[in-house]
Structure formats: structure tokens, C-alpha cells
């Protein structure tokens, strides 16, 4: 498969680029002018519409890891609008699998995680006014609106923050539990979300537009990641225990 | 009350400054709406914006997505921001065709957009007004007009007569919405805005903004 990643610079792209590389064909994008590494790279700015139509051209499927958060005009550029940029590529090259990511508040914004427990991705979005949830929110609505309308398939991938491999841990004494958000996953699970969310079949796809929330497995039972266990297949390695467990009582 | 109107490249806009200035201070405002200091004084002791999208050829669609998305978004920051207590949305009935038209299609139908630009325009210009309706700290009110009509020549199923459509945005600026027996009036409320007749019933239904703001269509017996 050729697969075209968009904001493949940022922190989560290297480690996505590395699960893929071996099987697929890729084509790395990023606002950035250097790239260091094996695969084909491409300068191209994710809110110029006309640049995206032209990278897909010849894909089999998108990754949109492109992100920006402070600022309000280029939130909605990258957030926003990229968005329809690449939902636009997509049809007019005949993209069938688009991967979108964003943060959980892309669906679960304050209304949901400052007042529930159990939080699933089954819910209509209610993202807020905050910048970054609100633009990425919208660009998750018109992902949502172009697969309703269009032969495609979009899987949207839900994070919240990374942490560290158990390898590269940092030592205990830097460790705040009470700083631990339960929506965490480490760097390599993250990216083994990505092949799986680009070669399950259509049809074990419960509709056209499937969101999924990725992190890994926790007690606190704010949000559930079982729809990505049961559909994607995905199944966590690291449970980061040691921000949320005493090694003895 | 002093209202600010947008989009003064509008026909729809410039006829509802000609009925307010009546009886209101009216200021109309042309994009585009940036974020920061000259925005908040665009609205300073402002008691009602009334926002829509321009509808121009020139416009292409990456700035229209802009002017839909991210300006509806200052505007209502800076409207929060300022205190401003109304907020007036005019959307279009677009959304809402793609359901058979033997269907009673009223407000609480899920919205159908397709990716057409103008009618995804709309949606996701709804989509941002939503999110600060929910929030309860400004009234944001979304009018779903029909296909407008100034001359009595539009073919259209939805048509909305250019006097109905001041008429309603008129309505829809002043009224104060009853609060519910049982809660307070809400901070989001869409409304359906159509012209019809005996002759030509309405593809789409009125009743609600005929029952909560008082919208009589022209040609409609009572």
C-alpha cells in the first residue's frame, strides 16, 4: 500500500513512520524542510489545498497526523481546514482509507471529562470552545460529513498524552501520579494502533466514519478503549502501572 | 438596541439594516474577523450580532471554510468576551433536502449535509455556534432559511420570499424566548424559516418558529 502521512514531523510521526516502513510504501509530509531518514519526503503545508490534492495523487490511503494548537489562525488552517483538504484529495483521487487522529476533547470535551466516568467514543461530539479541541472537532465533522457522502472509509484515532516505553522510563522520583492522565498510552502503542486501523476491512468496520479511543489499559475507568480491543485488535503492552500503582501497601 | 450586522454584500443583510434602523442603533461590518483588541471593539456594548456568510463567486473555497469556521469563532469569542447578549446565526435549509419531501422535516431532524461547499459552509459555521450555545454564555440562535427569493421567480420547494426572511430575522433579533416551565430558556435554539401558502405548503416546517417567535409567513391563513 502507498501511504501518505501528513505532519509526519511532529512527535508521534517517527514512531508511526517505523511500524509502517517495513510493509508499506510511504510518503512523508510535513510543513518542515528536512527530513532524515529513508523514506520519500515532501515539503508541503497541510492547509494549502492544492498541494495535498497533489501528494495523494496516487495513494492508497492517508494518515493526517498534522496538528498545530496555540495559535488561533493556523489551528484552524492545519486543524480545520487541513482536514478538508485531505478529505477533498481523497476524493478526487479515489483514496478509499483515510486515518485521522486528534485528542480525545476532539469528542469529549469539558461537558463529558470534567462531569462523567466510563466514556466511550459512541457519543455525539461536544467538544467546547477551546481552541485546539474545537478546531480539531471540526475537522473530525468534516471527515464525518465526506465519508456519509462519499465511497471512503474514515478511522479516526484518539489520544491524549504519551508517555515513555518501560525501557526508557524515567526514574521514580520524577513520577506524579497525581499529574497522570487516564488517557495515556506509550509512544510504540500509539503507533501500533495505525497499521491495524489501515487494514482491517471495510466490512468489520461498523460504519464509515469509526472512532477509537487509544490508550492503554487503566482501573480508573474514565474513558474505555474495549472498542479498539474488540474491532481493531488492538491490544496494549504497557499498562504504565508505575504512575498509577505502589509497588507495595 | 445596538445590533452589528455582517456581510454587507448581502441584499438579505442590507434590507434588514433598512427595517431595524426604526427603531435600532445599527452598524453593518464587513470582514474579514480576525481575533484580539479590534474585534472585541467591533462589538463593545453591542446587544445583538447578526452573522452570515457571504455568497460571492470570487470567494474560493478554502477561504469560505475560513470565513465559515474560524471567523464565526471570533466573532462569537469576542461577543463572549464582550458581553454581547444575542447572537443570530442565518443558515440555510440546504442541510436538511436530502430527506424525501413527503417527510415533516422540522428542527429536530438530524441535519443532512452534504460536502457541497456552501451547505458544508453552513453546517460547519452551526457547528461553531453550537459549541458556544452549549456553553450558556451568550444566546446563539441559528435561522435556517429557505431558498430566498426577491422577485417571485425561484422554482424552488423551500423558497423563503425576501419580506418572510425580514420579517423572521426581525422577529428572531428582538423576542425574548419564553423560558420553559420547567427550565430556563435555552442558549441554542435553531429555527426553520420558510415562505408557503395554501397553494404551496411549506416543504419544511414552520411551527416552531411561528409559535415561539411569532414568524407569520406571507400567504399563511390563520
Not at chain 1, 510504540?188 to 494502533?193: G, L, M, P, T
Not at chain 2, 445590533?3 to 445599527?26: C, G, K, M, Y
Request: contains cysteine.
Amino acid at each position: 500500500m502507498k501511504i501518505l502521512i501528513l505532519g509526519s514531523n511532529g512527535m508521534l510521526g517517527p514512531h508511526v513512520e517505523r511500524v509502517l516502513q517495513e510493509d508499506h510504501q510511504l510518503l512523508l509530509t510535513d510543513v518542515g524542510k528536512t527530513y532524515d531518514g529513508p523514506n520519500e519526503y515532501r515539503q508541503l503545508d497541510v492547509a494549502d489545498l492544492e498541494g495535498v490534492v497533489s501528494a495523494a495523487e496516487g495513494v492508497d490511503a492517508i494518515v493526517n497526523l498534522s496538528v498545530l494548537r496555540p495559535d488561533r489562525k493556523v489551528a484552524f488552517d492545519v486543524n480545520s481546514r487541513g482536514c478538508y483538504n485531505m478529505m477533498e484529495a481523497a476524493v478526487r483521487h479515489g483514496i478509499p482509507r483515510i486515518i485521522n487522529t486528534g485528542p480525545h476533547f476532539t469528542i469529549a470535551g469539558p461537558n463529558y471529562e470534567d462531569f462523567e466516568f466510563n466514556i466511550s467514543t459512541e457519543i455525539p461530539s461536544q467538544s467546547g470552545t477551546g481552541l485546539y479541541a474545537h478546531t480539531k472537532s471540526l475537522g473530525q465533522e468534516i471527515c464525518r460529513v465526506y465519508s456519509e457522502n462519499h465511497d471512503l472509509h474514515v478511522v479516526t484515532l484518539l489520544f491524549y498524552n504519551f508517555k515513555e516505553h518501560q525501557d526508557h522510563k524515567p526514574p521514580e522520583s520524577k513520577i506524579d501520579p497525581h499529574q497522570f492522565v487516564p488517557f495515556s498510552v506509550t509512544w510504540e502503542d500509539a503507533a501500533r494502533a495505525f497499521p491495524l486501523a489501515l487494514e482491517i476491512p471495510d466490512a468489520q468496520l461498523p460504519s464509515k466514519c469509526e472512532i477509537f479511543n487509544i490508550f492503554c489499559d487503566l482501573p480508573h475507568g474514565q474513558f474505555q478503549n474495549e472498542k479498539s480491543r474488540r474491532i481493531l485488535g488492538w491490544v496494549p503492552t504497557d499498562n504504565l502501572d508505575q504512575y498509577w500503582k505502589r509497588d507495595s501497601v | 438596541m445596538n445590533i452589528l450586522v455582517t456581510n454587507p454584500t448581502s441584499r438579505l443583510s442590507r434590507e434588514i439594516v433598512q427595517s431595524l434602523t426604526f427603531a435600532h442603533e445599527v452598524e453593518l461590518a464587513a470582514g474579514p474577523f480576525s481575533h484580539g483588541e479590534t474585534q472585541n471593539e467591533l462589538v463593545k456594548d453591542v446587544d445583538v450580532v447578526l452573522h452570515s456568510l457571504q455568497d460571492s463567486p470570487s470567494i474560493d473555497e478554502s477561504e469560505r471554510l475560513d470565513q465559515a469556521m474560524r471567523q464565526t469563532y471570533n466573532l462569537l469569542w469576542a461577543c463572549v468576551q464582550e458581553r454581547v447578549s444575542r447572537f443570530v446565526f442565518l443558515s440555510s435549509l440546504s442541510s436538511m433536502k436530502a430527506y424525501p419531501e413527503n417527510y415533516i422535516v422540522n428542527e429536530k431532524w438530524r441535519p443532512l449535509p452534504t460536502t457541497e461547499i456552501n451547505g458544508l459552509c453552513f453546517h460547519l459555521a452551526e457547528f461553531v455556534c453550537r459549541e458556544y450555545g452549549r456553553e450558556r454564555s451568550i444566546d446563539v440562535r441559528v435561522l435556517r432559511l429557505g431558498d430566498l427569493d426577491w422577485d417571485g421567480k425561484t422554482g424552488s420547494d423551500s423558497v423563503l420570499h425576501g419580506a418572510d426572511a425580514v420579517n423572521g430575522v426581525m422577529r428572531a433579533i428582538e423576542f425574548d424566548l419564553e423560558p420553559g416551565s420547567w427550565a430556563p430558556a435555552s442558549t441554542w435554539n435553531v429555527f426553520h424559516l420558510q415562505s408557503g401558502g395554501p397553494l404551496k405548503p411549506s416543504r419544511f416546517s414552520t411551527r416552531k418558529a411561528e409559535a415561539e417567535l411569532g414568524f407569520i409567513p406571507e400567504g399563511i391563513q390563520k
